[in-house]
Nanobody, 127 residues
């Protein structure tokens, strides 16, 4: 079991950058594949990206590809989401989520495939 805490959100102008962090307050994140999701007001929570346990494999939603980068530092028990060239449509609450070993990575875009979630961090991009 793992408890996740996101941080790093805030207000930024369009074109700016933010780096979100996902930490495990309890347990170890190193054995979990990790996803990032976001939820804008009035919309469903959507997939942003995914990283394997080693960090060798990453996948992204088309809407963020080329702008966002997921990385992890297993020595620090952390996963990061670097967001560049931010747009107003990136405004949302961002969540990290952990997928246990019993799940298939083919379900990485499905929020139901993740077993543990953080509380979210707000990102607001002004135009």
């Amino acid at each position: 079991q793992v408890q996740l805490v996101e941080s790093g959100g805030g207000l930024v102008q369009a074109g700016g950058s933010l780096r979100l962090s996902c930490a495990a307050s309890e347990g170890s994140l190193t054995s979990y594949r990790t996803g990032w999701f976001r939820q804008a007001p009035g919309k469903e929570r959507e997939f942003v990206g995914f990283i394997s346990t080693s960090g060798a494999i990453t996948r992204y939603a088309d809407s963020v590809k080329g702008r966002f980068t997921i990385s992890r530092d297993n020595g620090k028990n952390m996963v990061y989401l670097q967001m560049n060239s931010l747009k107003p449509e990136d405004t949302a609450v961002y969540y990290c989520a952990a997928m246990s070993y019993s799940r298939s990575s083919s379900s990485m875009r499905d929020r139901g495939a993740y077993d543990y979630w953080g509380q979210g961090t707000q990102v607001t991009v002004s135009s």
